[in-house]
């Protein structure tokens, strides 16, 4: 059996490697390994996202006191799968997989990150799972290239193909998607790694497509927001302001996260008492307030559309944040993105209310741009994503908020690979004679 299928391998790759002449277009070989790797990627998005829909469907009924005692058990449950399987790593670690080693993720911790973020996510959790899915499809293409024979940058280079599709197939916007999966690795030189941009968009249109036809969800925008329309040269002044509530909010979940990885770090206990102690907090916060439960992806939808008092807007801005941070740094899997342009939503409907007049899609997705091109670091894949995801009309506010955000980001990054494989790598060594 072993023998069958390494002769099989050897066959594709020998047909891969060699010249297609009967085929007249630009792309050939490459063009189909995008292809199928996008593809690869969507049914992996695909599974993934009906199995978490019909676990978090099974866990939304329990509520009340009892949700407490749900998210331990889910966060106990989730530690034991990583102290088992192994520790699967989080963004940081991905980053710097591109960066430093050749641009290859691991495949072996794929159970561990499935499991785990799985039981996370649909307990409650207040992360995403993009960065599951971009872990798991990106160390699918390092595996593909890998067997194919391929080396150097083009393992790389198929590897972002492979976290683009991902990041498509759950933003729903392939453009932004590749663009984004660039960006995170090093906003300041997006280029650094500009080989892998159409590779990138050729597996994300395929993942996108793949992830549409199992999901059944439709072509539109994610959130449908108010209409915004007769656009006028003010809004850009506005967009402006509104991106400077949007950074602030930036900086202050930033401030959260350092503060919880702080305290969390001064507990030396096994992972899945960490995780446990997550859930418990996380449960708490839920049961006090349910808005608070899940990473926003449906929730988004209930602010826009509700009628909420600014008290209630303001405590639940502040414990979102505070559910956010514990949840990414008490060890709980999944991706902040989402999570982030909930609250962003948030703050817009709180500003909103308190200065009548204002166009809601404008102030919300200003805010959205702004926060999270302040936190993550990439300005410019926000600003498709967003036009993508909520429908608005015009991208130049946007395009203003997001690099106001940007350009009033904290120093020292959120995400510390983001600085670049010269100063990360001086500041890993630094650590470690400290």
Known sequence: ????????????????????????????????????????????AGGYWIVLEHLTHLLAGIDGFYVILLMTVAGLAAGLVIHKLGDPGEIDLIVDNIHFNKGRLDPKNNPSMILSSLLCISAGGSLGPEAPLVQVVGSTGTYIARRLGFKGEDIRSITIAGMASAFTALFGAPLGGSLFALEILDHKQVTRYYQAFMPALVASCASYLMFILITHLNLGPTWAFPTYSNPQINDIFYAILYSLAGAALGWLFILLVKKFKSLFGLLSVPIYIKLALGGFLLGSIACFLPLTRYFGHHELQEILTGTFSIEFLVTLLILKLIAIAITVTSGWRGGFIIPLFFAGTILGVIIYQLVPGQNLALVSVCIMASLVACVTRTPVSIIILLGTMTGFQSLIPIMFASLTGFFLAPKTPLINAQLGPDRSLRKKRQVGHD
């Open 1 to 44: 059996m072993k023998f069958s299928t390494s002769r099989r391998v050897f066959e594709l790759k020998d047909t891969l490697q060699g010249p297609l002449k009967f085929n007249p277009f630009v792309y050939n070989k490459l063009f189909l390994i995008w292809t199928i790797l996008g593809l690869i990627g969507g049914i992996i």
